[in-house]
């Protein structure tokens, strides 16, 4: 699934390539919108929310995606070829007179009243690189439920938004404690900085076109996705286990050396080396 930076990437290509002009192609692929036509209207902007993308048109409407795992918008100039995917996976067409943006596979496609663009992503904590972001909040927002494993609520939208499963573990290295680890349970100095180090991650990241975490070029990230090789650190082995209540679970990358707490015993841990699917 998409990160935040990832998803702020998306916004700014479509920003630039529709904000402030008449939409001459509207195609919405799905059941529902079939027969809504944007036409003739003034793409206004293209914001991220979290994970959302919010792309606003004259008239009070907004069209609401959300890539998930698979779905992508692809921004092309005219009379170049599509090459995001058969067309049969295409959702959504947005064309005007230099450029069409291609939706691919997008799991959520749905056209608002920009007024109620709330009910799509009202509930979403702050904003990690939105203009509401609110580290007091967002810290307020994880600390709810002290049991709560740390992964978990990162990962929680509506505690802070933007955080997936890669920068999930790589904050949890970067703190020093293991995504198990009851969030009430991290040292005080460690959740003070916390929401601080996830800004500076994704903000860090949102103009690169390679995620890095560690400044080291070839080395990006230090623990996703390393399974089983060696920690950057200190050369233990680093392990992998699926972390979540059953119907959502996550491939988790820790070293369990650099990071203290509790973790699944090693006969758990499953030795992948790509993400599995999730929602």
């Not at 008449?22 to 003739?40: E, H, M, N, Q, W």
Request: hydrophobic share 35%; charged share 25%.
């Amino acid at each position: 699934m998409p990160e935040g930076d990832t998803v702020w990437q998306a916004a700014k290509r479509l920003h630039d390539a529709l904000a402030g002009e008449v939409l001459t192609r509207s195609d919405l692929r799905v059941p529902k919108y079939a027969t809504a036509d944007l036409t003739g209207r003034t793409v206004l902007d293209v914001t991220p929310r979290g994970k959302h993308l919010l792309t606003r048109v004259e008239g009070g409407l907004t069209l609401h995606s959300h890539l998930r795992m698979d779905g992508s918008w692809k921004v092309y100039e005219n009379g170049r070829r599509w090459s995001g995917g058969p067309s049969h996976q295409i959702r959504a067409i947005l064309g005007t007179a230099d450029r069409t943006a291609v939706g691919y596979r997008l799991p959520v496609l749905e056209l608002l009243r920009t007024t109620d663009e709330h009910r799509a992503v009202g509930h979403l904590g702050p904003d990690l690189l939105g203009p509401d972001w609110d580290p007091e909040q967002a810290l307020a927002n994880l600390l709810t439920d002290p049991a709560r494993p740390l992964g978990e609520a990162l990962l929680d939208q509506r505690n802070l938004a933007g955080i997936g499963n890669v920068y999930k573990s790589e904050l949890c290295f970067l703190l020093g404690v293991t995504p198990w680890l009851p969030i009430g349970g991290l040292p005080a100095d460690r959740t003070a900085k916390l929401p601080t180090l996830a800004k500076k991650l994704l903000e860090a990241n949102r103009d690169r076109p390679v995620r890095s975490t560690t400044g080291r070029r070839g080395q990006d990230l230090f623990v996703y996705g390393r399974a089983p090789r060696p920690c950057l650190r200190c050369r233990t082995p680093v392990r992998i286990a699926n972390q979540g209540d059953g119907s959502r679970e996550r491939p988790t990358y820790w070293c369990p050396t650099c990071q203290l707490g509790p973790a699944p015993a090693p006969g758990a841990a499953r030795a992948h080396r790509k993400p599995l699917p999730y929602n």
